[in-house]
Nanobody, 116 residues
Framework: QVQLVESGGGLVQAGVSLRLSCAAS????????MGWFRQAPGKDREFVAS????????YYANSVKGRFTISRDNAKNMAYLQMNDLIPEDTAVYYC?????????WGQGTQVTVSS
């Protein structure tokens, strides 16, 4: 069993930055990748970014390329999402995910609201 807890969300104005954190605990040895997803009101959950735990390969949704950066600290069992140049369309609940597969474990989510 793996537990994931997100933090760092909040209410900000467009153009500013936020950094989300995801803390993993439990059977963290089983984690091969970590990722971020988001869900806006009335919409399906969508992929944002992911990173391979061992190699560090990263993947991004087109909507966030050049603005968001995913990173990880394996020693601390942490993953991060640096969000720059935020726009109102980024408003959503952001979820951390992990697993040997894609995706087996999910956090509770953290709200990000971007005002115009």
């Amino acid at each position: 069993q793996v537990q994931l807890v997100e933090s760092g969300g909040g209410l900000v104005q467009a153009g500013v930055s936020l950094r989300l954190s995801c803390a993993a605990s439990g059977r963290t040895l089983s984690i091969s990748a970590m990722g971020w997803f988001r869900q806006a009101p009335g919409k399906d959950r969508e992929f944002v970014a992911s990173i391979n735990r061992n190699v560090g390969n990263t993947y991004y949704a087109n909507s966030v390329k050049g603005r968001f950066t995913i990173s990880r600290d394996n020693a601390k069992n942490m993953a991060y999402l640096q969000m720059n140049d935020l726009i109102p369309e980024d408003t959503a609940v952001y979820y951390c995910a992990a697993g040997p597969g894609k995706w087996d474990y999910w956090g509770q989510g953290t709200q990000v609201t971007v005002s115009s």
